[in-house]
């Protein structure tokens, strides 16, 4: 059963991301082509999703749209896992004044409520996606940090790798061979359940104003720009919204069922 | 079970969120007191506006002195935008210099002190010290004050001195009242008592109005620079009417339930060119651009048809905005124009290059005037296609990026052209060498000559048409481009009356408005 479930929710996974790299081809008008003369067109079989202000094809621009909130979202949450476990594990294993200068800098940011922290970096470095994703990445790393120090301390003091240490192992082999891979499954589920909530994120920052910039489709940006038409013209704003609404659900729930079948413990819960 | 629970638990939340939304009730609010109280949203009350008060020696804050009926001008405008008598009888231009105006009898400031020609005096005087552009439009020389008569000597000879008097700076207040936190004392219907920027006014009834009854007790001008909000709230009835309410929103409205006010005006949303920068400055770019730019569309499409296409500085209402040459929106014209100037796309990305640099214009423009972002986005697409790259700066600083030399390359901006019925503003303001609003350093010999013709012209038949020769020289250097013309509206719930959209954009709030 719990196999079966991790199976569905990845194939769902997966077609989300493969729509996305292969956006280009699937679109059936070109996202960002205007044509005034057949502006707020509500949905119909020629355009499924209707047309903006702009008589842009709506169900063309979430797919492309689709392909910048996605990767973009993939790639930083690729970022902080990577560099917040790396940073986490070297913070734990050595300890001392490398340890506390680490730690006090990610209770720093974690005492700041991300948004508005990623929202001073994004207005400092000005609009555009990719600066959306370092302004998110910059706030979002200590999380991983935290559970790979956490990880690293218990696992340190381990018998087994006291004995590799005996054994002529240095640091970085203990790091590599022992340390890593006990801590890369729960690693691995924080960063599954993690896409979701950066999704969110992203298309918050592009929602204000700060990540994608016209004409450039991006489901937050679409929806802010769509705002105005929610009484007149729904499908403008809903089109996107449905859109982060489905990829949202859909990789949570892929993060789950990833936690049930790589930690054992979960099971006990249930 | 548990999960039986939750799910009853967030259905029941649920509810009780949009339960909450309903249950506001409408009618209460002025029950209480029984006084009739008018609230009124505004987007264009704040700083980003430079309408931070009400204070017309500040800035803009004179059109929300006038506007929300604090302030009132020597002279105002009728629908023809034609002089008509306010807190002045009559005028008489003695010589080239020489200015004599009389005030009408028995008119008082809120506070009780009486408008004579001492009062104004003092004012206009305050005035020309601290605000440049007003100096500049009247150049006082001297005022003399009698009785109700007051003496105006300019330096120069200012054929439309009486029209600048008329633009809302001309406001008169009473300058031994203070101005304490941007609150003046004018002679207007009502008087501010709490003022915050980018917030709120709130006006009471001047009791003492020296031209008829005031019908409202209170008036609030509220400031929602958000359209949604904007039309949310006059939805939800905690509004009665509504000033620059987006376009996608008016399908709302067209119902019985609320009243359209709506007027043709000379605001226009045009685009002024940077001549600092290098792109710019070469005439075949500056000539694309205006080819490149889809008028039409823009305003039956983007703008519901709540617009007029522009063509030169001032609307074909008037006389002098007649008779104009300009570009017509031609794609492949604009795509010869660069291609003879050297501009080829070399590596076929669609964007075309010129000795290595590629054609990319930084665009800017602000928020708030809900036309100038649908204009951007739509011209951006238009000039992609003719192989211009446009980069978009939407931002409500937009007053410090075009206030640098560099950085930017068009500016999308709206203005009033005719704001005094004169076309002289626009040109003082905008196009001339020592002009504030010359942002991107336009100069022109044959411009300068048109505009020392002009300020020598009290004819004004003959005025308009050296107005006419001016438009197109800035139009043959297509140093700016006039892509629209607004129709100003204002939505109000069925009950308001009184509220009429004026030409000017001057005159909102008056003694006459009412709310049943």
């Known amino acids: ?38 502006s707020y067109q509500a949905p119909s079989f020629i355009h499924v999703m209707g ?79 990719w600066n959306a994703v370092v302004a998110l990445a910059l706030i979002s790393w200590p999380k991983y940090s935290r559970v790979a120090r956490g990880l690293t301390l218990s696992i340190k003091d381990s018998t087994y790798v006291a004995a590799a240490r005996l054994a002529g192992d240095n640091s970085f082999q203990l790091i590599g061979r022992h340390i890593l891979p006990n801590i890369i499954g729960p690693i691995l589920v924080t960063a599954m359940l993690d ?76 | 079970m548990k999960k039986l629970v939750a799910l009853m638990l967030a259905a029941t939340m649920t509810i009780a969120t949009f339960v909450g939304c309903g249950a506001s009730n409408k009618e209460e609010k002025h029950a209480s007191t029984g006084s009739k109280v008018f609230v009124f949203g505004d987007t264009t ?66 506070n009780g002190n009486v408008v004579d020609a001492e009062a104004v005096k003092a004012c206009i005087e305050d005035l020309v010290a601290v605000h440049e552009r007003a100096a500049g439009d009247l150049a006082i020389d001297s005022i003399e004050a009698d009785g109700l008569t007051l003496t105006i000597k300019t330096t120069t000879p200012k054929p439309t001195l009486i029209n600048y008097l008329c633009d809302p700076y001309g406001a008169i207040i009473d300058v031994t009242a203070g101005n304490e936190g941007g609150i003046v004392v004018g002679t207007g219907p009502f008087v501010a008592t709490d003022l915050v920027t980018g ?31 904007l039309a949310m709230a006059l939805q939800n009835g905690d509004i009665d009417a509504a000033y620059g309410m987006a376009y996608a929103s008016y399908p709302i409205f067209e119902n019985d339930d609320y009243t359209f006010t709506s007027t043709s005006t000379s605001r226009v949303f045009y685009l002024q060119m940077n001549y600092n920068s290098d792109i710019i400055a070469d005439d075949a770019v500056r000539a694309a651009i205006a080819m490149g730019i889809d008028k039409e569309s823009f305003v039956d499409t983007l703008l519901n048809g709540y617009g007029y296409v522009g063509a030169g500085a001032y609307p074909d209402s008037f006389p002098f905005g007649k008779g104009v040459n300009v ?112 942002r991107g350093s336009y100069s022109s010999t044959d411009l300068d000559a048109l505009a020392a013709e002009m300020n020598e012209t009290f004819d004004t038949d003959a005025r308009s048409d050296i107005a006419i020769k001016m438009q197109q020289q800035i139009l043959d250097d297509n140093a700016f481009v006039f892509c629209s013309f607004l129709k100003m509206s204002m939505i109000s719930k069925a009950n308001v009356t009184g509220l009429v959209a004026h030409p000017c954009d001057y005159y909102e709030i008056t003694a006459d408005l009412d709310i049943e």
Not at chain 1, 17 to 31: E, G, H, M, N, S
Not at chain 1, 53 to 78: C, E, H, K
Not at chain 1, 116 to 123: D, E, H, Q, R, S
Not at chain 1, 214 to 224: D, I, Q, T
Request: hydrophobic fraction near 45%.
């Open chain 1, 195 to 270: 896409i979701g909530t950066m999704m969110m994120e992203l298309a918050g920052l592009s929602f204000l104003g700060l990540g994608a910039q016209p004409p450039v489709a991006e489901w937050g940006s679409m929806m802010s720009n769509g705002r105005s038409m929610l009484q007149t013209y729904p499908w403008v704003v809903l089109s996107p919204g449905i859109a982060i609404f489905i990829s949202v659900v859909i990789f949570n729930l892929f993060g789950d069922t990833v936690r049930d079948a790589i930690d054992p413990k979960s099971n006990r819960t249930k």
């Open chain 2, 45 to 110: 009350f704040n700083a980003e506006n430079e309408e931070a008060t009400i204070d017309p020696h500040d800035t803009y804050c004179g059109w929300p002195a006038v506007r929300y009926g604090v302030g009132e001008t020597l002279f105002k405008f009728n629908d023809s935008m034609e002089l008509e008598p306010w807190l002045a009888e009559s005028y008489e231009n003695v010589d080239d210099l020489t200015w004599k105006v009389t005030l009408k009898d028995g008119v008082t400031f809120s």
């Open chain 1, 51 to 129: 047309t903006d202000a702009y008589g842009r094809d709506m169900f063309s621009r979430v797919i492309i749209g689709g392909q910048v909130s996605i990767l973009a979202t993939l790639l930083l949450v690729g970022i902080i896992s990577i560099s917040g476990t790396c940073i986490g594990i070297i913070s734990g294993f050595f300890g001392g004044t490398v340890d506390m200068i680490v730690m006090r800098i990610s209770d720093l940011c974690l005492a700041f409520p991300g948004l508005v922290f990623a929202l001073a970096v994004a207005a400092i470095l000005g609009g555009g996606v």
């Open chain 1, 1 to 38: 059963m719990k196999k079966k479930k991790l199976i569905v929710f990845a194939f769902l996974a997966l077609l989300i991301v493969l729509v996305a790299i292969f956006a280009k081809w699937l679109c059936p008008y070109d996202p960002y082509e205007q044509d005034l003369s057949a």
């Open chain 2, 327 to 438: 570009q017509t929106y031609d794609p492949e014209g604009a795509k010869k124009v660069l291609e003879d100037a050297g501009w080829k796309d070399s590596d076929g990305d669609g964007i075309r290059e010129k000795d290595g640099k590629k054609l990319s214009i930084n665009w800017v423009s602000y928020p708030s005037r809900q036309e100038l972002p649908l204009l951007a986005e739509s011209a951006q697409a238009s000039l992609n296609d003719i192989g211009i790259d446009v980069q978009l700066n939407i931002t409500p600083d937009h007053g410090t990026i075009v206030s640098e030399k560099d950085g930017w390359d068009v500016y999308g901006a709206a203005f009033v052209t005719c704001g005094i019925g004169d076309p002289m503003y626009f040109f003082s303001t905008h196009c001339l060498a020592d002009s504030t609003k010359n």
């Open chain 2, 199 to 229: 917030d709120h006014i709130n006006l009471v009834k001047n009791d003492n109005y020296w031209d008829g009854d005031v019908k409202l007790d209170e008036v609030k001008v509220i400031t929602i620079s958000d359209g949604d909000t």
